[in-house]
């Protein structure tokens, strides 16, 4: 009993621990002051109407969805297809795949951003584009993970050969077969992908700058200049990533009791 007394103590405090400056933050986007007491003197949403009237967040905010947004849409068209040919024709060379997914874990983002720069500075390219392609391989974890799973739950190849004996062609049974079956698995891991790539600050702040201003390089500006600001910035990225993760956990949820049926 008093070893389940102090376990459900630890974990109240590790959640208080995670939780408060979360919603202490969250908190100080609709303060209208809060200096002497424990919490606010009043409340205001005058620090999120002037951040959404503030033309630099919304181009912030625009290119933070177009950069990720891109670097997912070029990684669903490029790496899926290569992840359903090597899983479902050539699952030998799995290992090389996984190998790869291991190595992208590995690459501390300051180390990448300078190797990106001298590699990359020298023939002229956009940083911007070079940035983009790092996300595309940055982002591959979760896509192998999404892909590979989603194929592997169907069977996919079991599907696609009963799909070719019933008179359908390769590109038929991949088309009208296979990717109505796995899509949720897709677009919940694209869905991942965008909220990772969407906070990334690392990489885009110390290869581009403020030259290319996203979201996260927005709110490292505001947390020098107004703190309710820095606060609303937060709040919004919050909502935004939740709404993402609720979509992807009803997606997921989906998938699985699409599976299990």
Not at 219 to 240: D, E, N, P, Q, R
């Amino acid at each position: 009993m008093k070893k389940r007394s102090f376990t459900d103590l630890f974990f109240l405090l590790f959640v208080v621990y995670i939780v408060l400056p979360v919603a202490a933050t969250m908190l100080y986007a609709f303060a209208d002051k809060w200096n002497k007491t424990i919490l606010p003197e009043g409340l205001t949403l005058k620090w999120v109407m002037t951040l959404f009237q503030d033309p630099a967040f919304i181009q912030a905010f625009g290119r933070s969805v177009l950069l990720a947004g891109g670097a997912v849409i070029v990684a669903l068209f490029v790496i899926v297809p290569a992840i359903f040919v090597i899983v479902l024709y050539f699952p030998k060379y799995e290992k090389w795949i996984q190998a790869t997914v291991v190595m992208v874990y590995s690459f501390p983002g300051i180390i990448l951003a300078v190797g990106l720069i001298r590699v990359y500075s020298k023939f002229g390219i956009s940083m911007i584009l070079v940035v983009l392609g790092a996300y595309v391989i940055g982002i591959l974890p979760y896509i192998y993970q999404g892909t590979r799973n989603s194929l592997r739950n169907v069977d996919a190849r079991q599907l696609l050969d009963a799909a070719q004996l019933l008179g359908a062609s390769k590109m038929q049974a991949f088309t009208r077969i296979l990717l109505p079956t796995v899509y949720p698995g897709l677009f919940a891991g694209a869905l991942l992908s965008f909220s990772v790539l969407f906070g990334e600050f690392v990489l885009i702040n110390l290869v581009v700058g403020s030259r290319f201003e996203t979201v996260q390089i927005y709110l490292m500006k505001k947390l020098s200049t107004s703190g309710h600001i820095a606060s609303a910035v937060v709040f919004v990225y919050i909502v935004l990533m939740g709404i993402l993760t609720f979509i992807a956990a009803k997606v997921t949820k989906k998938t699985k009791g699409a599976t299990n049926v």
